[in-house]
């Protein structure tokens, strides 16, 4: 008989750690190769595993203990990190990644910080009905806004699109210019919403973080805008990585003050700083 949860001698299936292996408060990018960025902006950092798409490192940031581990692309790899880390402690969960505009006002390099995300990401939709509603950590948010404040980043606020695939799922036509009616005029229902871009993982960190009573954000950096065809790669991710690092450290440091307790931050205490 199988195990209904399989670890490899303590250590997660997947992600390859156990408790102890990484701090409470964890960042979430969905590329690999991003890990090392990240790193290097703290004051010091240690690999600790890579195995499959999760890349995973500890260090600190101004003081405070920090983990970052790469989630792959999408619901499905992402929901399997999210599940590994609340195993082993994990309870601040914060996206850094990439998304594409669909707004003109939200232009390439801005940060998107997101409230809330529309479920097309697929893999949620195995936790709980579509009514069940993806919602971002109110401290978190108000964290981030506080911190994109005090760093002068243009950003915006609002709800997002987390899709399940990146080209018909995001109305790009797909090989031998295939497209179907049901994603065709997901764009445009989108921006009629006043949905702000597409991206791919929100929405299963949202879901599972509030099924599981934990806490998560999602700080994206515009790469590109689908109204206006731009496509910078490279555009807003430092900025991205600089307002999750200080919102990391805000709550972090908030959570001491408060003997550990996880509550949402009241506004009068994030913007008083």
């Known amino acids: 008989m199988l195990a209904e ?19 409470p408060y964890v960042l979430l990018p969905g590329d690999p190769g991003r890990i090392e960025i990240i790193g290097n902006t703290w004051d010091y950092y240690e690999e600790v ?8 490192i ?5 003081g405070v203990e920090i983990g970052a581990i790469s989630t792959g692309i999408g619901g499905s790899s992402t929901s399997i990190a999210i599940e590994e880390l609340a195993r082993i402690g994990v309870h601040t969960l914060l996206r850094v990644g990439t998304a594409g505009s669909i ?44 911190v994109a404040e005090r760093l002068q980043v243009k950003y915006k606020v609002g709800i997002i699109a987390s899709t399940s695939s990146f080209y018909l799922g995001q109305s790009r036509r797909g090989y031998k ?12 229902d989108l921006q009629k919403m006043n949905v702000i871009g597409f991206e791919m993982e929100a929405a299963t960190i949202f879901t599972l973080s509030n099924i599981y009573g ?7 950096a515009v790469i590109a805008n689908r109204l206006t065809g731009e496509f910078k ?6 900025d991205a990585i600089r307002i999750a690092n200080e919102t990391i ?6 959570d001491k003050l408060r003997g550990g307790v996880l509550r949402p931050l009241p506004p009068s205490y994030i913007f008083k700083r």
């Not at 934990?214 to 994206?220: E, N, Q």
């Not at 790669?233 to 430092?238: C, F, K, L, Q």
């Open 177 to 188: 210019d295939y497209i179907w009616s049901g994603v065709e005029k997901r764009l445009v």
């Open 58 to 62: 500890r260090g600190k940031y101004r």
């Open 103 to 146: 707004r003109e006002d939200v232009e390439i390099g801005n940060i998107i910080i997101a409230t809330g995300a529309v479920r097309f990401d697929g893999a949620s939709l195995e936790y709980a009905p579509c009514e069940y509603p993806a919602v971002a950590s109110p401290d978190l948010v108000m964290a981030s806004i506080d």
């Open 49 to 56: 595993e890579w195995h499959r798409e999760y890349r995973s």
């Open 233 to 238: 790669p490279d555009s807003g991710i430092e």
């Open 214 to 220: 934990l806490r998560s954000g999602c700080i994206c």
């Open 5 to 23: 949860h399989p670890t490899i001698k303590k250590k997660e299936y997947h992600i390859r750690l156990e408790k102890g292996d990484l701090p």
């Open 249 to 254: 450290k805000l709550i972090a440091e908030a």
